[in-house]
């Protein structure tokens, strides 16, 4: 069973920075894709980003291209979400979730692709 622990959310101004953090338990994570999503309320959970097994491939939604950076630190399972000039619009709940395959080289930007998922966490935009 491996367990993912989102942080690093919180209050920001627009405009602002926030980093998030997702520490993943187990001896398999650097194996394995990682991906964010976010969910607003009373919308479906949407893909932001994610990072290939090795980091050598990272993929983003058209929304944070340019503003959010995904990265990860294998030696202390743990992956990153810089996100820098923050709009109102990025206001949601924050997952983080670990892709079903190993070694995979597809792009996992759906859902579909994760079977592991973190508690979330909360990032709030003021305008």
């Known amino acids: 069973q491996v367990q993912l622990v989102e942080s690093g959310g919180g209050l920001v101004q627009a405009g602002g920075s926030l980093r998030l953090s997702c520490a993943a338990s187990?001896?398999?994570?650097?194996?394995?894709?990682m991906g964010w999503f976010r969910q607003a309320p009373g919308k479906e959970r949407e893909f932001v980003a994610a990072?290939?097994?090795?980091?050598?491939?990272?993929y983003y939604s058209d929304s944070v291209k340019g503003r959010f950076t995904i990265s990860r630190d294998n030696a202390k399972n743990t992956v990153y979400l810089q996100m820098n000039s923050l709009k109102f619009e990025d206001t949601a709940a924050y997952y983080c979730?670990?892709?079903?395959?190993?070694?995979?080289?597809?792009?996992?930007?759906?859902?579909?692709?994760?079977?592991?998922w973190g508690q979330g966490t909360q990032v709030t935009v003021s305008s």
């Open positions: 187990g001896r398999t994570f650097s194996l394995y894709a």
């Open positions: 979730a670990r892709e079903r395959r190993p070694y995979t080289v597809a792009r996992p930007t759906t859902k579909g692709d994760y079977d592991y």
């Open positions: 990072i290939s097994w090795n980091g050598a491939g990272t």
